[in-house]
T-cell receptor, first 113, second 113 residues
Framework: GQQVMQIPQYQHVQEGEDFTTYCNSSTTLSNIQWYKQRPGGHPVFLIQLVKSGEVKKQKRLTFQFGEAKKNSSLHITATQTTDVGTYFCAGPRYGGATNKLIFGTGTLLAVQP | DAGVIQSPRHEVTEMGQEVTLRCKPISGHNSLFWYRQTMMRGLELLIYFNNNVPIDDSGMPEDRFSAKMPNASFSTLKIQPSEPRDSAVYFC???????????FGPGTRLTVT
C-alpha cells in the first residue's frame, strides 16, 4: 500500500536555528498538504501544494513539492518556541478516485529558548 | 463558524465495555473522516464517509469497531467490546467533497483499563 515517510522523526533545535523536514511518498501524489499538531492538540491545516516543483511561503515557512510529485519539504527559518509541534505531510494518491489522505509519519520539532 | 465538535473529550472505561464516540462535522462539509492516533502507529485513517455513505472502511481494525453517519451533521464510532489496545486519541475530521483540506476536531482521548 501507499506509504508516506518523513525524516527526521525528531529534531531538537535552539531558538533561531533553521529546521527542515522531508516527506517521501511511495507513490505519486495529486497534491501534498502540510499539517501542524501542537502538543496535546489536533492537526491543523497549513498549506496545500498542487503543481510539480511548486514552492510556497508563509512568513518563515517555505514549502516545496518535488518535480516528480513524490516528495516534499518544509523549511522553517529562524525557529521560534511557537513552532514547537509535530509536522505532518499528507497526500491523496495520484489518479485515485477518493479524497482519502495518507498521512506521513510526522516530525516532532522541539525548540529550546 | 463552529469547528468540528467531538464528544466526549475524555473517556475512561473498563475492558469489555461499549464505547461510543460522537462527531459533528462543520456545516456544509460532506466528507467525514475518523482517525486514530497512537505513538506506535501514528495517525491512521479508520473510515470515511462522503455524503453520509461509507466509502472506505479498510482501516477499521476489526469487527469490534463500527461507524455510522445517519445524517450530514452527526457521526458515531462505536467500539464493542473495548480492549486496552484500543486506548488512543480518536479524531474526527471533515472537508468539502473534492477539496482535500481537512479540519480536525479536538479529539477524544480514550483509555481502556
Amino acid at each position: 500500500g501507499q506509504q508516506v515517510m518523513q525524516i527526521p522523526q525528531y529534531q531538537h533545535v535552539q531558538e533561531g536555528e533553521d529546521f527542515t523536514t522531508y516527506c517521501n511518498s511511495s507513490t505519486t501524489l495529486s497534491n501534498i498538504q502540510w499539517y501542524k499538531q501542537r502538543p496535546g492538540g489536533h492537526p491543523v491545516f497549513l498549506i496545500q501544494l498542487v503543481k510539480s516543483g511548486e514552492v510556497k511561503k508563509q512568513k518563515r515557512l517555505t514549502f516545496q513539492f518535488g518535480e516528480a510529485k513524490k516528495n516534499s519539504s518544509l523549511h522553517i527559518t529562524a525557529t521560534q518556541t511557537t513552532d514547537v509541534g509535530t509536522y505532518f505531510c499528507a497526500g491523496p494518491r495520484y489518479g485515485g478516485a477518493t479524497n482519502k489522505l495518507i498521512f506521513g509519519t510526522g516530525t516532532l520539532l522541539a525548540v529550546q529558548p | 463558524d463552529a469547528g468540528v465538535i467531538q464528544s466526549p473529550r475524555h473517556e475512561v472505561t473498563e475492558m469489555g465495555q461499549e464505547v461510543t464516540l460522537r462527531c459533528k462535522p462543520i456545516s456544509g462539509h460532506n466528507s467525514l473522516f475518523w482517525y486514530r492516533q497512537t505513538m506506535m502507529r501514528g495517525l491512521e485513517l479508520l473510515i470515511y464517509f462522503n455524503n453520509n455513505v461509507p466509502i472506505d472502511d479498510s482501516g477499521m481494525p476489526e469487527d469490534r469497531f463500527s461507524a455510522k453517519m445517519p445524517n450530514a451533521s452527526f457521526s458515531t464510532l462505536k467500539i464493542q467490546p473495548s480492549e486496552p489496545r484500543d486506548s488512543a486519541v480518536y479524531f474526527c475530521a471533515s472537508s468539502r467533497l473534492a477539496v482535500y483540506e481537512q479540519y480536525f476536531g479536538p479529539g477524544t482521548r480514550l483509555t481502556v483499563t
